[in-house]
């Protein structure tokens, strides 16, 4: 049996969780796909799947063979394509994920342009707080912020972004300027968290963290912003997230000189791939137009 179509049926099996789904979907019958899983587990030389007559559960070695076949099926596709001159011309499906309200600020409207300059490309927006699996994914170009651990993904970096305590004008005519770290203990804290507890505000130097009790936690960036420029307290907040409104002085940054430094901002693809049309012209427009954002410079 052929290995490369035998890994493609154990994919769509292990995606429906079912063989007879499987089947349906590829249109085969259920014994080529029994006999498709059989043959991989021999050449292995292990069990992929347990199966009985009510269920079917992929093995811990299965889940790990199956993040192989993505990523060995993925790098076929795009060889077959690169050969047929498909990555001459962008086009298909094209999936670029950011951290929620950077992705809806900055990286949306590069997405929207280059959607308009290449008509075949469908463009993808997964714009999430959380930390998503490329490869696992199909995603094709991510923005990270923060320190990255070591990777498989190629990362270019393209700014910095700092991370500022700030209030409103009204807010210190009422309460005043804290002028230490040590002083924001005498003013109303508002953060965002998924639990109520303190929290280190980081500065300069280690030893001017100050432990934060908030008086109000917010669930989002959004709340916790117009609260901010509600002058109902202070916050630390990244400050692309508030850019407008500081140029604006709705809002002004307070204790800059113990500011802390800022966390560095990257693009990433996973490495050992071959690059698309779409991708390489995608990933050009993004790096060019993010590194000359003065904002996050």
């Given at each position: 049996?052929?290995?490369?179509?035998a890994?493609?049926?154990?994919?769509?099996?292990?995606?429906?969780?079912?063989?007879?789904?499987?089947?349906?979907?590829?249109?085969m019958?259920?014994?080529?796909?029994?006999?498709?899983?059989?043959?991989?587990?021999?050449?292995?030389?292990?069990?992929?799947?347990?199966?009985?007559?009510?269920?079917l559960?992929?093995?811990?070695?299965?889940?790990?063979?199956l993040?192989?076949?993505?990523?060995?099926?993925?790098?076929?596709?795009?060889?077959?394509?690169?050969?047929?001159?498909?990555?001459?011309?962008?086009?298909?499906?094209?999936?670029?994920?950011?951290?929620?309200?950077?992705g809806?600020?900055?990286?949306?409207?590069?997405?929207?342009?280059?959607?308009q300059?290449?008509?075949r490309?469908?463009?993808?927006?997964?714009?999430?707080n959380?930390?998503?699996?490329l490869?696992?994914?199909?995603?094709?170009?991510?923005?990270?912020i923060?320190?990255?651990p070591?990777s498989?993904?190629?990362?270019?970096?393209?700014?910095?972004?700092?991370s500022?305590?700030?209030?409103?004008?009204?807010?210190?005519?009422?309460?005043?300027?804290?002028?230490?770290p040590?002083?924001?203990h005498?003013h109303?804290?508002?953060?965002?968290?998924?639990?109520?507890?303190?929290?280190?505000?980081?500065?300069?130097?280690?030893?001017?963290?100050?432990?934060?009790?908030?008086?109000?936690?917010?669930?989002n960036?959004?709340?916790c912003?117009?609260?901010?420029m509600?002058?109902?307290?202070?916050?630390?907040?990244?400050?692309?997230?508030?850019?407008?409104?500081?140029?604006?002085?709705?809002?002004?940054?307070?204790?800059?000189?113990?500011?802390g430094?800022?966390?560095?901002?990257?693009?990433?693809?996973?490495?050992?791939?071959?690059?698309s049309?779409?991708?390489?012209?995608?990933?050009?427009?993004?790096?060019?137009?993010?590194?000359?954002?003065?904002?996050l410079?």
């Amino acid at each position: 049996m052929d290995r490369y179509a035998a890994m493609k049926i154990f994919v769509k099996v292990a995606e429906c969780d079912s063989l007879a789904e499987a089947a349906r979907t590829l249109f085969m019958s259920a014994s080529a796909v029994t006999r498709a899983i059989t043959y991989l587990e021999e050449q292995i030389g292990t069990r992929l799947f347990v199966r009985t007559t009510r269920a079917l559960k992929i093995t811990e070695a299965g889940v790990r063979y199956l993040q192989d076949c993505r990523r060995i099926l993925a790098d076929i596709e795009a060889s077959e394509s690169a050969a047929a001159s498909a990555y001459s011309t962008p086009s298909g499906k094209l999936t670029v994920t950011a951290p929620e309200l950077f992705g809806q600020l900055y990286v949306l409207p590069i997405l929207l342009d280059f959607l308009q300059l290449h008509r075949r490309v469908v463009g993808h927006a997964l714009f999430t707080n959380r930390v998503t699996d490329l490869v696992a994914e199909e995603i094709d170009v991510s923005v990270r912020i923060g320190h990255l651990p070591d990777s498989d993904y190629r990362a270019i970096r393209v700014g910095s972004v700092r991370s500022i305590v700030c209030g409103s004008p009204s807010y210190f005519a009422a309460h005043g300027i804290p002028m230490t770290p040590s002083e924001l203990h005498g003013h109303n804290a508002i953060a965002v968290a998924d639990a109520w507890s303190p929290q280190d505000w980081e500065f300069c130097h280690p030893d001017t963290a100050v432990t934060i009790t908030p008086r109000l936690l917010c669930s989002n960036d959004d709340s916790c912003i117009a609260a901010t420029m509600a002058g109902w307290g202070l916050t630390k907040i990244m400050v692309y997230k508030i850019a407008t409104p500081l140029v604006e002085g709705r809002l002004q940054q307070v204790l800059s000189e113990f500011e802390g430094p800022p966390l560095p901002i990257h693009v990433l693809v996973p490495e050992g791939r071959h690059v698309s049309a779409k991708v390489k012209l995608f990933l050009d427009m993004l790096v060019e137009r993010l590194r000359h954002n003065s904002v996050l410079n």
